[in-house]
T-cell receptor, first 109, second 117 residues
Framework: GQNIDQPTEMTATEGAIVQINCTYQ??????LFWYQQHAGEAPTFLSY??LDGLEEKGRFSSFLSRSKGYSYLLLKELQMKDSASYLC??????????WGAGTKLIIKP | GAVVSQHPSRVICKSGTSVKIECRSL??????MFWYRQFPKQSLMLMAT?????????EQGVEKDKFLINHASLTLSTLTVTSAHPEDSSFYIC?????????????FGPGTRLTVL
């Protein structure tokens, strides 16, 4: 079966760094996505990785290792507004997005 | 990033009525759009994949006669919830696939919160 695993909830301090991990087992791989979703709102696109390595975009970075079926989202200089759920999704061989259940990130002052 | 709009953002209706939700890609053409449903504190659930000019592909367990999808143009897809019941109350979100050089990404609309009384 297809499976995306990410922690259910994480807590971090304002100004700190947090890493949200995602492991996947899918039938084929055509890219991995990270989305941010605030409560009551639709997801917003954060990053897309299709090749191994680190993609940096401002305070957010995303890493991919296809051989390990592993990705992480790194958030630096955390702000209170970063409190949200972070969704990992993998596009499989049928170009379908397989979604993780999301990681709820709680930022404390 | 690409912009996707969704209308209405919120709708309350009586049981037995039909509700139409529109999804538009504003600054790009989307040959493929997706419809999701999300219940409180749960992850996204894909309902159907909509391809312009052809019939939608529904996920297992989603009734195609209840959730009518039309993708009449490259920028518009509609979801009609027919004979809505309280258990259909949910957050419905569409996304559109944007293809560009070296990227193939889905962008989400803001969602429609449906409440069926």
């Amino acid at each position: 079966g297809q499976n995306i695993d990410q922690p259910t909830e994480m807590t971090a301090t304002e100004g700190a760094i947090v890493q949200i991990n995602c492991t996947y087992q899918t039938s084929g791989f055509n890219g991995l996505f990270w989305y941010q979703q605030h409560a009551g709102e639709a997801p917003t696109f954060l990053s897309y990785n299709v090749l191994d390595g680190l993609e940096e975009k401002g305070r957010f970075s995303s890493f991919l290792s296809r051989s390990k079926g592993y990705s992480y989202l790194l958030l630096k200089e955390l702000q209170m507004k970063d409190s949200a759920s972070y969704l990992c999704a993998v596009r499989d061989s049928n170009y379908q997005l397989i979604w993780g259940a999301g990681t709820k990130l709680i930022i404390k002052p | 990033g690409a912009v996707v709009s969704q209308h209405p953002s919120r709708v309350i209706c009586k049981s037995g009525t039909s509700v139409k939700i529109e999804c538009r890609s504003l600054d790009f053409q989307a040959t493929t759009m997706f419809w999701y449903r999300q219940f409180p504190k749960q992850s996204l659930m894909l309902m159907a994949t909509s391809n312009e000019g052809s019939k939608a592909t529904y996920e297992q367990g989603v009734e195609k006669d209840k959730f009518l999808i039309n993708h009449a143009s490259l920028t518009l897809s509609t979801l009609t919830v027919t004979s809505a019941h309280p258990e259909d109350s949910s957050f419905y979100i569409c996304s559109a696939r944007a293809l560009a050089w070296m990227t193939d990404t889905q962008y989400f609309g803001p969602g429609t919160r449906l409440t069926v009384l």
